[in-house]
């Protein structure tokens, strides 16, 4: 299916386990964001990415890392959860620059770290 | 700092009102400002504004950007229980590729 999507959409996991979210765009958007939503925070910019292999840190991005060797995937690796790191995760794509377009948000990821 | 409020954060009215949600803006270089309407899922994009004055409408839904009050404004007429999300704005600007986003406002309907 064309568009942007996550997996998985829901995840469990334990405290000090490494957790790998993904995120697949059929767009050939340049720019990819991720996002993690929280009660009383609204939306916070994890990480971004300009094209392939051009990322770079958000407002929250500790704890966090990415990589994006193709266009088309932008996934966002936990490396050792934390409780602090439950939350609502979305990942977004926009065609130019995130300012001047809009961005296309991913369905979410739910992940509770126990 | 830059910063995004949204007013009211929340507002309960009846199905068939009028309701108008605030943004205001403080952000260096604005380029641009959005709305988006955020059910039990992701944010779906409404409408981009970056001229003032000028009001973008899509049904019952309008939105309109004043850029030397640095505000502004999405109306939603004769509501409809569908109308319940938390609507989202956000503002870029010509300083880097980051959305600023606001905290939401909740908007419920009641039938």
């Known amino acids: 299916d064309a568009g942007i999507t996550q997996s998985p959409r829901y995840k469990i996991t334990e405290t000090g386990r490494q957790v790998t979210l993904m995120c697949h765009q059929t767009?050939?958007?340049?720019?990819m964001f991720w996002y993690r939503q929280d009660l009383g925070h609204g939306l916070r910019l994890i990480y971004y990415?300009?094209?392939?292999?051009?990322?770079d840190k958000g407002e929250v991005p500790d704890g966090y890392v990415v990589s994006r060797s193709k266009t088309e995937n932008f996934p966002l690796t936990l490396e050792s959860a934390t409780r602090s790191q439950t939350s609502v995760y979305f990942c977004a794509s926009s065609a130019t620059s995130g300012s001047s377009d809009t961005q296309y948000f991913g369905p979410g990821t739910r992940l509770t770290v126990l | 700092e830059d910063k995004v409020v949204q007013s009211p954060l929340s507002l309960v009215v009846h199905e068939g009102d009028t309701v108008t949600l605030n943004c205001s803006y403080e952000v260096t270089n604005f380029r641009s400002l959005l709305w988006y309407k955020q059910e039990k899922k992701a944010p779906t994009f409404l409408f981009m504004l970056?001229?003032s004055g000028i009001e973008k409408k899509s049904g019952r839904l309008s939105s309109i950007l004043d850029k030397k009050e640095l505000f502004s404004i999405l109306n939603i007429t004769a509501t409809q229980t569908g109308d319940s999300a938390i609507y989202l704005c956000a503002v870029g600007s010509n300083s880097n590729y980051q959305l600023i986003w606001g905290a939401g406002t909740k908007l419920i309907i009641k039938p």
């Open positions: 990415s300009a094209a392939a292999d051009i990322t």
């Open positions: 970056t001229s």
């Open positions: 767009w050939s958007h340049s720019y």
